[in-house]
């Protein structure tokens, strides 16, 4: 039957060597056969006493001569077995992979016929007859040779290629009946293989696993209980163990409110019925509480100033007309209303007369309203927390206006970040655009806030917080003078101003610099106070170029002379540490 049958002593390691002829035909695959037979142990295939083997390699060769003297050894790319020992190590595929500490085994198939293909990389295309030499290296030891196996050279034998369940179930139809993503899947296929493109992929594949996660955490959905809903019962002084049972609390809204509808066939009112309830045309509550929201945050103070109760014994409203109105085009739908639009309300209250009016405080008024409940002006008021650095930046041409995205860490000062719990936070400055980025986009660490934020009042984020505190402290100016992210706003605002387009002399400079930060021309006094301070910190960094030197850093200035955009630099300084700056009047 072609087959050969190893008799004798079996060593420890063994080469079988087989030398052959082809009648002519081309091939593409090697064929291994182990067979079983009576004489071997276990019936082998394989001569160890329990009937197993390892092929540590496999080496096909061919030449034109009997004396092999040009042969030509061929590669193979794949294998296939129709049994594998289950480690690694001893598949198939490791029988044609140049390294012999490695091999094909069958245990525990003992005692049955097994085959293995091996596909060659090339075709060999054969019309007047081949000699082949073939070796199958048993190089593992313990007699783990073969007992007996028959060899053969086949044609049109299917590679061996492992595909994704999706691109063969792709590859079974027909190219014309492929929807669009059948056929994108195939060009991925194709484009993670082919030579041309197989190494952009790989790259890109790299950079998507360094790519930062999405900010995106699961969510927890309530869902009502139907069946036996848990009852609740007024209880005996506030005791849980105590129940009144003939005292069933029902859900309900208050009595001085709307009714709850329920449009359950039991009629109880579920969550859907209070969802329904809170922003129904009959409840004035919700729109009210978010229009005294908006208000509160574009004048300062709310119409409603306890904006943390709007019951009987909170603050009554100074424009009960005027809130009430602005509730009603709140939900009302367009057109005139503004179907729950946020965006509408506050375009409808900046744009308003009220709004603009200047927050100059008129004398006339100062003893019978004080508190400008009259809205006679606007209310003068300092920006919260995360806009102030953000209004460094600005000034200065280098805040990133970038939307989206995750948490970035602005420069920090040290020790900050080891005040957390366990001292295990660690604040890896943030770099290029995402160091200045906006405030709102500061990574919040509870246990260690950011002190930029905790010195402007920014509150505690354990606590719910309806309305900020606002406090006036030699801390805050310490911060914006001193602090890293307000040392680069006044490098960037220093360079700004001298990189203005058209200037005649320093008052030039220094009016477009006051400009750029409070809006408008500075008065004559101002201008020459800080002409002033501009001048005698050019002569003193003159006199200390080390110091001037440390003031500018690593910073790259257009102007040559060191001591006049040190200079520069404290007199930007100085400006964005107005009151006028911070202050929205």
């Known amino acids: 039957d072609g087959s050969f049958l190893a008799s004798g002593n079996n060593p420890e390691q063994a080469i079988y060597t087989v030398i052959g002829k082809t009648s002519g ?5 090697l064929r291994l056969d182990v067979l ?30 009997e004396d092999f003297a040009s042969a030509r050894k061929l590669a193979f790319d794949s294998a296939k077995a129709d049994h594998e020992q289950a480690d690694k190590p001893w598949l198939a595929k490791n029988a044609v992979d140049n390294d012999i500490q490695t091999g094909w085994a069958i245990a525990p198939a003992y005692g049955k016929d097994h085959w293995a293909e091996f596909h060659l990389t090339e075709p060999v295309l054969d019309s007047k007859g081949l000699y082949v030499r073939i070796r199958l290296v048993h190089a593992y030891g313990k007699q783990h040779t073969i007992g007996r196996f028959k060899l053969s050279l086949q044609s049109g034998t299917e590679p061996v290629i492992t595909l994704p369940a999706n691109v063969v179930k792709s590859l079974s139809i027909a190219s014309a009946e492929r929807t669009e993503s059948q056929r994108q899947e195939l060009l991925e296929h194709f484009s993670s293989m082919a030579p ?7 790259s890109l594949a790299s950079l998507r696993k360094k790519e930062p996660p999405k900010p995106e955490l699961s969510v927890r959905v309530l869902a009502q209980r139907v069946k036996d809903p848990r009852k609740t019962f007024v209880l005996r ?64 103070t709310g119409i409603v100033k306890s904006a943390n109760d709007f019951g009987v014994r909170g603050e009554p409203p100074t424009h009960p ?31 308003s007369a009220t709004y603009r009016q200047s927050s100059k405080v008129r004398s006339d008024l100062l003893d019978s309203d004080p508190q400008n409940q009259l809205l006679a002006r606007q209310n003068r008021l300092r920006v919260e927390g995360e806009i102030v650095r953000d209004l460094s930046l600005d000034a200065a041409g280098l805040l990133a206006r970038k939307i989206g995205g995750p948490s970035v860490f602005p420069a920090l000062p040290p020790g900050i970040a080891e005040l957390s719990y366990a001292g295990n936070f660690k604040w890896k400055g ?40 606002k406090s006036n402290t030699p801390l805050q100016a310490l911060v914006a003078l001193n602090n890293e992210s307000f040392s680069d ?55 200390h170029p080390e110091e001037a030197k440390k003031l500018i850093g690593g910073y790259r200035f257009s102007h040559a002379k060191q001591n006049e955009n040190a200079a520069w630099i404290a007199t930007a300084r100085v400006l964005i540490n107005l009151d006028e700056f911070i202050t929205r009047e």
């Open 489 to 543: 706003a006044a490098r960037g605002l220093a360079n700004r101003i001298l990189g203005m387009p058209v200037s005649k002399d320093d008052s030039d400079l220094l009016a477009y610099g006051f400009r750029l930060c409070v809006s408008r021309t500075p008065a004559a006094h101002e201008l020459r106070e800080l002409a002033d301070l501009l001048s005698m910190t050019k002569q003193w960094y003159l006199d």
């Open 36 to 65: 079983a037979d009576k004489s071997l142990p276990a019936k082998g295939p394989g001569r160890v006493k329990h009937g197993n083997f390892v092929l540590s390699e496999i080496v096909l060769e061919v030449s034109e001569t």
């Open 25 to 29: 035909a081309s091939f593409d695959t």
């Open 321 to 351: 007309e005027l809130l009430d109105w602005l509730a009603r085009q709140f939900i009302s739908l367009p057109p005139g209303g503004q179907a729950w639009s946020r965006k509408k309300l506050i375009k409808q209250i900046v744009m």
């Open 196 to 202: 041309t493109t197989k190494k952009l992929v790989e």
């Open 237 to 300: 002084r506030g005791e849980f163990l105590e129940p009144l049972l003939e005292s069933e609390v029902l859900p309900a809204s208050l009595g001085t409110l709307p009714t709850l509808q329920s449009r359950r066939a039991d009629g109880q009112p579920d969550r859907l019925d209070l969802a329904r309830w809170l922003v129904s045309m009959d409840n004035p509550i919700v729109p009210r509480v978010t229009v005294n929201h908006v208000w509160r945050l574009l004048f300062g």
């Open 430 to 469: 943030s770099e290029g655009s995402d160091r200045y980025r906006r405030g709102m986009y500061t990574f919040f660490k509870r246990t260690s806030p950011h002190p930029n934020l905790i010195t402007f009042d920014c509150p505690d984020a354990n606590l719910v917080c309806v309305d900020r505190n």
